[in-house]
């Protein structure tokens, strides 16, 4: 009896320690929230961070790339650092943002200048005031007979030419950009475009809303409004600190949609009805990374005739497609299985098969595990499969016309009369 009295007087004294921290958390979570509600958090996030005003060109960012196409400090020769200011997130990302953006034009200057490829505006039939974009063709895009290479890259905030803005920056131009895969393939007597399906929207700032006039009764309403409001004010300071901790534009922004071009299966399929449809090419190859995959089969379903009939190739890397989602048919799987390949990430060495998730096109490793590699890693594969292809397209034409020409010859002649 003693001892069951005693565990239990045990029992009580561990239960109202046990309170006594919690009761303390709960008043000094009360006490905090007092005080984060009369900090004005707009004025303290903003009061060391610096202004957020970037250089608008390389040289004045001090960076430039080397002979290896490797973007270095000019003084230092250390590559990129995104930490420049330590505990400043917000401002390192927008600094990241800034340079991206020099690197988006510099690569076009390239596109032009190294590659000899011109911009083609889109929509083709674009007014002076509405939104529009633009992709990229070599001179004889539309008049080469043989081949013709399409590229089409992911989404985000990649642009014309790019395959990975990280790369760029980070590692170098051949990883990171669509150049070594133009100029191989004019070297290879291919002609090119280069599609440009994430700048589908023109970019406007909103107006800013006129701030309401406090009514004269302010000061006389009642205790629980005030309180309501006070809530509002409190959740506003709350989401600033959220805004600044997960990097967003400052400025309210609204979209006008690019017409026709609204998306990056609208702008695929724009490009294919108004440039790839009517280029001279017998062969068409494609690459597509990532969710120019998904485009490219989202194609397929809309113009299945077309494609299977212009199409020789395509190389996917990476790509998100899903044929089940996208609702592509038999035929469009059967077409996908014979035609196109997949290098996809993973640790096996490049070109290895890897088990298909779906019964769609064949799965081979690209020799890395990293998502934004996977083109440049398969670079020589890829061609070689182009090669392939072409030369396996080129024997059954032969056969066809083999077997045409010999069905003619044997054909009886039915107007002769052997009565």
Known sequence: ????????????????????????NKEKTTALKDLLSRIDLDELMKK??????????????EYAFNEQGRLRHTTTGEAYVFNAREDLHRWNQKRYEALGE????????????KCNLTKEIVPVDATEEEPKSFIYLSADAMSNPAKLLVLIQGCGVVRAGQWARRLIINQDL???????????????????????????????ERPAKPTPLLSPEASDEPAEKR???DDRESKKKRDFYEKYRNPQKESETEQIPIRENGSPEEHVLYVWDHFVSKAAARNVFVVAHSYGGLSLVELMIQREAQVKNRVCAVAMTDSIHNIWHQDANKSIQEWLQQHCRNWVSSPEPLDTPVEPMLSDCPRVSAGTERHELTSWRSFNSIFQFFGEALQTGEEEEASNAVTTR????????HNHNDL
């Open 48 to 61: 060391d961070e610096p202004p957020l005003n970037f250089p608008k060109t390389l040289e004045e960012f």
């Open 227 to 229: 309180e309501r409001k």
């Open 102 to 113: 020099i690197i988006t034009h510099y690569v076009y200057q390239l596109l032009e200048t």
């Open 406 to 413: 010999s069905s003619h010859r044997t054909k009886p002649d």
């Open 1 to 24: 009896m003693l001892a069951n009295c005693y565990f239990g007087y045990s029992f009580v004294v561990v239960i109202t320690m046990a309170q006594i921290p919690g009761q303390e």
């Open 174 to 204: 051949d990883s990171g950009t669509q150049i070594p895969f133009i100029t191989r393939a004019q070297e290879e007597g291919y002609s090119v475009m280069v599609l440009n399906p994430n700048e589908n929207h023109l970019e406007v």
